[in-house]
């Protein structure tokens, strides 16, 4: 039977601003990315998303970012590895104690924004990123971009990995994502982007935005619910995954 994981972005309001419909995607997706108050959150938005994640019964990731929050963290910033390294840890240790005072377990990472994309292609960084789950909570499984350094570095260090599609996005063919600022890098027809991702679950393969066929382990589907058509497009991916025969389930019994 084929299986795989939803995950969301969540926790990215902060102080009195709201960001994102959290409590209408959270019944809908198996993994949530908890941002980390860099980016995006705030420790009573951090508290506040681990106890909704729980209650729902999603895995709980940690989800670290530049520390830009005028850029939402989507800027690139000259960074150097030991930087992302130490930007990785105090993000992670910040989610843990919210976890741990829940009496939760964190399932996984995954890097924010212009982090993610950055290490996707730069091993370095990729690097820092690994060691940085590695040496805090080597039992924490990293979430990135399917064939991206992230993977390899995961790999090459001893961590569990799982690899992530994006359900709304282009690729280029080389496997990364078409950037936002190109024509096309966001699919907005859900039938198409449905179609894609129940390819991408079941064969293995994306169409890139150039007519190559690109090949990808899908462990993870990333999607997004800050709107009420982002919403209704979840629940529509997850009901056909599963009329699909594919088991809808978090992280952790994805990739064992």
Known sequence: ????????????SFGSYTIGMDHAIIPYVSSVNIACGWHAGDPLVMAETVKSAMENGAGLGAHPGYPDLMGFGRRNLAVTPAEVKAYTLYQLGALQAFVKAAKGNLQ??????????MAATDAKLAQAIAEAIYEAAPEVILLGLANSEMIKAGKGIGLKVAQ?????????????????SQPGAVIHDPEEAIARVVRMVKQGEVTAITGETVEMKADSICVHGDNPEAVEFVKRIRSTLESEGVAVTALRNVIG
């Open 1 to 12: 039977m084929f299986k795989v994981d939803l995950n969301s972005d969540l926790g990215e």
């Open 108 to 117: 996984h990472l995954k890097p924010h924004g212009a982090m993610y994309n």
């Open 164 to 180: 992530e599609v994006f359900a709304d996005r282009a690729y280029q063919a080389n496997g990364t994502l078409v950037p936002r």
